[in-house]
């Protein structure tokens, strides 16, 4: 069982398509929660997912509570700056879900609320910028993630 990547209301389709190329290398699903900021016939989209786009298992769903009730028994986590954890202390499993808010605003409180043991961030300055690309914060929390795990994909 792979992991899950799960991105709440994306903005940007560059990060998207850059996300969905690292879940068709992984075999990681990519569970998308609208709205989303862009078609998903966008011509950026496509280009920075490459030819990847038919690996990838994409599942959509009209809010992240629609998301929760589905996997009951799964374990998210919560990427924020507002977290107190870094994101290597969890003890990820094969099945979990990390999850990313939008660009501009991140997960909103109404996502949080509850969720301070699984919230994790990663380490950076926080005084020049507010956080970094979406995409690359992905690739970092993933890859933790499978490290812990062994790379199942790695043949």
């Not at 992984?26 to 038919?54: C, E, I, M, N, Q």
């Not at 992240?64 to 990427?79: G, I, M, Q, T, V």
């Not at 005084?127 to 993933?142: E, F, G, P, T």
Request: aromatic share 12%; hydrophobic share 40%.
């Amino acid at each position: 069982m792979a992991l899950n990547i799960v991105m709440v209301e994306p903005e940007i389709p560059h990060n998207t398509g850059s996300i969905a190329r690292t879940c068709a290398l992984t075999d990681t699903v990519l569970h998308l929660v609208r709205p989303l900021g862009f078609s998903v016939d966008d011509k950026h989209l496509k280009r920075a997912g490459l030819d990847y786009w038919h690996l990838v298992d994409i599942r959509y769903y009209d809010s992240f509570f629609e998301l929760l009730d589905k996997y009951p028994e799964s374990n998210f986590y919560y990427a924020t700056t507002k977290a107190e954890k870094l994101y290597t202390e969890p003890e990820y499993k094969e099945g979990d879900f990390i999850v990313f808010g939008k660009e501009t605003k991140g997960l909103s409180k109404e996502i949080l609320e509850g969720n301070d043991e699984t919230m994790i961030k990663i380490p950076m300055r926080s005084d020049v910028a507010r956080s970094l690309n979406l995409s690359n914060a992905a690739n970092i929390i993933i890859f933790e993630a499978y490290r812990q795990i062994g790379f199942p994909f790695e043949k």
